[in-house]
C-alpha cells in the first residue's frame, strides 16, 4: 500500500501527464517496437508487478477514494467504452474506447464490442499509417525534426545540469545507451520509459496493440479499414508542445523508477471497468499540484487530446454516414464536455452506452 501511494511526490504530476497522455498517443506502439530494435532490450517475459494506487486508497483513505468517484461521477460520459451511433436516415456505428497496450487485459474484447466489431462493414482507427511499416518510416522521415533534433542541440544539451548522470544510468539500465538517443527528442524517450517492462517485452516479442490487433483482423475479415488521423497530425501535436515540458516529462518518469508500474496497473484495470471518467481526477488527487505544472497539463490536455477530438468528430462525419462503422479511438478522447462523444451529440449524432 505504501508503494503505491508512494507515488505521490512532488516531482511527478509532469510525468504523469505524460505516461498517461502517450496512452491517447497510437503511434506509441511504433515509436517503441523501432526503439527497442534500437537497443539492446531483450524480450524476456517479466512478470507485470504494478499495484492498483485505486484498490489500495479505498483501504487507506477511503473518505478521498469517495471524493474521487464522485469527481469521476460528474465528468460527462465519464462510465463505458462502448457507445451506439445513431441518426435518423443512417445505419447505427459504434464508437469503443481503446488502449494502446498489448496486454491481454485489453486485447480481449468484452463481449458487447465484440459482436458490434464483428458485425461492422468498416472498421476505423486512429491512424492506418501505422500498419504499414515503411509507410509509417517515411511519414517520420518527411519531417524528420519532428522527432529529431537536425541542429547542434542533444538532449543531453537540455538537461538540468544536475540531471544529466541520472538520466544516462536510467536510460542505459533500461538498454537504452544515452550516446545512440543523444540526438532523439525527449518524448519519444518518454514513450518508451513510461512503460512497465512487462508490456515492452510482449512489444519486443510482436504483439500488437489493441488497436493494430482490431484493424489486421478486420483486413483478414474482408472489412473495410480506414484512420481519422496521420501520423503527421499526431506527431505535429506531440512536437508543438514546450521542450521544457517534454525535459521534465522525461526526468520526472525516469526518476519514478518501477512506480511507473503502478500508474500502468491502475489505467489497465480503471480500462477494465470501463471508468473512462477516473483517469484525471484519481491520478491527480494522489499528486500535490506542483508550481506551475497546471499550466503544462492543461497545454497537454488541450493539444493531445481536445483538439484532436474535434479533429477526429470532423473526420468521423463522412464515416457515420455510410453507416455500421466500429471505430475505435484512445479511450480518453470519449469522455469530458469536449470529449468524442459529446462532440458527436453537437453534429446530431444520439451516442448511447451499450457496453
Same mark, same amino acid.
Given at each position: 500500500?505504501?508503494?503505491?501511494?508512494?507515488?505521490?511526490?512532488?516531482?511527478?504530476?509532469?510525468?504523469?501527464? *505524460?505516461?498517461?497522455?502517450?496512452?491517447?498517443?497510437?503511434?506509441?506502439?511504433?515509436?517503441?517496437?523501432?526503439?527497442?530494435?534500437?537497443?539492446?532490450?531483450?524480450?524476456?517475459? =517479466?512478470?507485470?508487478?504494478?499495484?492498483?494506487?485505486?484498490?489500495?486508497?479505498?483501504?487507506?483513505?477511503?473518505? *478521498?477514494?469517495?471524493?474521487?468517484?464522485?469527481?469521476?461521477?460528474?465528468?460527462?460520459?465519464?462510465?463505458?467504452?462502448?457507445?451506439?451511433?445513431?441518426?435518423?436516415?443512417?445505419?447505427?456505428?459504434?464508437?469503443?474506447?481503446?488502449?494502446?497496450?498489448?496486454?491481454?487485459?485489453?486485447?480481449?474484447?468484452?463481449?458487447?464490442?465484440?459482436?458490434?466489431?464483428?458485425?461492422?462493414?468498416?472498421?476505423?482507427?486512429?491512424?492506418?499509417? $501505422?500498419?504499414?511499416?515503411?509507410?509509417?518510416?517515411?511519414?517520420?522521415?518527411?519531417? =524528420?525534426?519532428?522527432?529529431?533534433?537536425?541542429?547542434?542541440?542533444?538532449? !543531453?544539451?537540455?538537461?538540468?545540469?544536475?540531471?544529466?548522470?541520472?538520466?544516462?544510468?536510467?536510460?542505459?539500465?533500461?538498454?537504452? =545507451?544515452?550516446?545512440?538517443? +543523444?540526438?532523439?527528442?525527449?518524448?519519444?524517450?518518454?514513450?518508451?520509459?513510461?512503460?512497465?517492462?512487462?508490456?515492452?517485452?510482449?512489444?519486443?516479442?510482436?504483439?500488437?496493440?489493441?488497436?493494430?490487433?482490431?484493424?489486421?483482423?478486420?483486413?483478414?475479415?474482408?472489412?473495410? $479499414?480506414?484512420? *481519422?488521423?496521420?501520423?503527421?497530425?499526431?506527431?505535429?501535436?506531440? +512536437?508543438?508542445?514546450?521542450?521544457? %515540458?517534454?525535459?521534465?516529462?522525461?526526468?520526472? !518518469?525516469?526518476?519514478?523508477?518501477?512506480?511507473?508500474?503502478?500508474?500502468?496497473?491502475?489505467?489497465?484495470?480503471?480500462?477494465?471497468?470501463?471508468?473512462?471518467?477516473?483517469?484525471?481526477?484519481? %491520478?491527480?488527487?494522489?499528486?500535490?499540484?506542483?508550481?506551475?505544472?497546471?499550466?503544462?497539463?492543461?497545454?497537454?490536455?488541450?493539444?493531445?487530446?481536445?483538439?484532436?477530438?474535434?479533429?477526429?468528430?470532423?473526420?468521423?462525419?463522412?464515416?457515420?454516414?455510410?453507416?455500421?462503422? %466500429?471505430?475505435?479511438?484512445?479511450?480518453?478522447?470519449? =469522455?469530458?464536455?469536449?470529449?468524442?462523444?459529446?462532440?458527436?451529440?453537437?453534429?446530431?449524432?444520439?451516442? !448511447?452506452?451499450?457496453?
Amino acid at each position: 500500500m505504501k508503494r503505491a501511494l508512494a507515488i505521490a511526490d512532488r516531482t511527478a504530476l509532469t510525468a504523469l501527464a *505524460l505516461i498517461v497522455g502517450l496512452n491517447v498517443l497510437f503511434l506509441i506502439s511504433f515509436v517503441v517496437t523501432m526503439m527497442l530494435a534500437m537497443g539492446k532490450a531483450h524480450a524476456e517475459a =517479466p512478470a507485470c508487478k504494478g499495484v492498483d494506487m485505486l484498490a489500495a486508497l479505498e483501504k487507506s483513505d477511503p473518505a *478521498l477514494a469517495a471524493s474521487i468517484r464522485d469527481e469521476a461521477d460528474k465528468t460527462p460520459n465519464g462510465k463505458g467504452l462502448l457507445w451506439k451511433i445513431e441518426k435518423a436516415g443512417e445505419k447505427p456505428s459504434y464508437l469503443f474506447g481503446t488502449m494502446h497496450m498489448a496486454d491481454p487485459r485489453v486485447t480481449t474484447l468484452p463481449a458487447p464490442a465484440q459482436q458490434a466489431y464483428e458485425a461492422a462493414d468498416m472498421v476505423v482507427i486512429e491512424t492506418t499509417e $501505422i500498419l504499414d511499416q515503411s509507410k509509417m518510416m517515411a511519414a517520420i522521415m518527411k519531417e =524528420p525534426d519532428l522527432t529529431m533534433f537536425t541542429d547542434g542541440t542533444t538532449l !543531453t544539451s537540455l538537461l538540468p545540469p544536475q540531471d544529466v548522470e541520472m538520466v544516462e544510468k536510467a536510460l542505459d539500465a533500461r538498454g537504452i =545507451p544515452a550516446g545512440s538517443v +543523444a540526438k532523439m527528442k525527449p518524448w519519444m524517450l518518454s514513450a518508451m520509459v513510461a512503460l512497465p517492462a512487462c508490456e515492452l517485452a510482449r512489444k519486443a516479442d510482436g504483439a500488437p496493440v489493441l488497436d493494430v490487433k482490431l484493424a489486421r483482423d478486420a483486413e483478414a475479415a474482408g472489412k473495410d $479499414i480506414d484512420g *481519422l488521423e496521420t501520423v503527421a497530425d499526431q506527431l505535429r501535436a506531440m +512536437a508543438s508542445l514546450p521542450m521544457e %515540458f517534454h525535459i521534465k516529462g522525461l526526468v520526472d !518518469t525516469l526518476k519514478l523508477g518501477e512506480r511507473i508500474d503502478d500508474v500502468n496497473e491502475t489505467m489497465i484495470v480503471l480500462y477494465q471497468h470501463g471508468d473512462t471518467g477516473m483517469f484525471w481526477p484519481l %491520478f491527480r488527487a494522489v499528486l500535490p499540484d506542483e508550481a506551475g505544472a497546471d499550466d503544462g497539463f492543461a497545454a497537454f490536455d488541450e493539444t493531445m487530446v481536445t483538439a484532436r477530438n474535434r479533429t477526429m468528430a470532423e473526420r468521423a462525419e463522412p464515416i457515420l454516414k455510410r453507416g455500421n462503422a %466500429f471505430i475505435a479511438v484512445g479511450a480518453m478522447h470519449l =469522455p469530458g464536455a469536449d470529449g468524442l462523444i459529446e462532440l458527436l451529440r453537437a453534429r446530431g449524432y444520439t451516442l !448511447t452506452a451499450a457496453g
